[in-house]
């Protein structure tokens, strides 16, 4: 059973674009989550999805960021008009369940540089 | 809110030997997880151990093990034996079991072990 997957693995981008960043979950995984290691810090809580369902964005800016989880395909973290502060890890996790005894297991990450 | 607060940023060991990683947290709640998660220098996030806050029997994985200390909201890691792929960033971890972010992780700045040969 392959793990989650992250892709790009890294990723760079001037101040201005958009930047797209793609999770894969695990086998039989509908529930996604996207984290945020800024520099220095621990990971940060952003947005919680189900298929086709944001079910929680309380952590991610309500500006240029927004996150999707389709039916068919990878859950997408997009960034429109990236700046300098927007560098930082991205890291996304899934489980087969929410809360409970339900882990989460995390997927390499996407190393964003803003130029 | 719940806080995860870890006032180690670096420690070292000796190859071989035992080393204790701090943790303390926040909350009001009576029943919760505890994680430790280890960051290698390729990022991967890689469980480490998970306490339930109702058992109060400490968790242990092979060479680690914890000290959870409800009442003192503390949670510990030593590592014994230490190895050098030991080496890593080890975040502390919180998630409640109710309520309606249940499912949300809170994560400690981390602590950078070193370990020496």
């Known amino acids: 059973n392959a793990g989650v997957m992250q892709n790009p693995r890294h990723l760079v981008r001037r101040r201005g674009q958009e930047a797209r960043l793609r999770c894969s979950p695990m086998?039989?995984?509908?529930?996604v989550y996207w984290y945020r290691q800024l520099p220095e810090e621990g990971l940060k809580f952003m947005v919680y999805?189900?298929?086709?369902?944001?079910?929680?964005e309380s952590g991610m800016p309500k500006e240029r960021f927004s996150a999707e989880f389709p039916k068919e395909g990878p859950s997408i973290l997009r960034i429109q008009q990236v700046v300098r502060g927007d560098s930082a890890a991205y890291f996304c996790?899934?489980?087969?369940?929410?809360?409970?005894?339900?882990?989460?297991?995390f997927g390499p990450g996407t190393r964003l540089t803003v130029t | 809110a719940q806080t995860v607060t870890q006032s180690q940023p670096e420690m070292s060991v000796q190859e071989a030997e035992t080393v204790t990683l701090s943790c303390t947290y926040d909350?009001?709640?009576?029943?919760?997880?505890l994680f430790w998660y280890k960051q290698p220098p390729s990022r991967q996030m890689i469980l480490v151990i998970r306490?339930?806050?109702?058992?109060?029997q400490n968790a242990t994985e092979n060479r680690f093990s914890v000290n959870f200390q409800k009442a003192a909201k503390s949670f510990s890691l030593k590592i014994s034996d230490s190895q050098l792929g030991d080496a890593a960033m080890y975040f502390c971890?919180?998630?409640?079991?109710?309520?309606?972010?249940?499912?949300?992780?809170?994560f400690g700045k981390g602590t950078l072990l070193t370990v020496n040969p």
């Open positions: 971890a919180y998630r409640s079991t109710s309520g309606g972010s249940n499912y949300k992780l809170t």
């Open positions: 999805l189900q298929k086709e369902n944001i079910i929680d």
């Open positions: 996790a899934s489980s087969t369940g929410a809360g409970g005894s339900y882990e989460q297991y």
């Open positions: 086998k039989g995984h509908s529930h």
């Open positions: 306490q339930e806050a109702y058992k109060q």
């Open positions: 909350t009001s709640e009576s029943d919760y997880y």
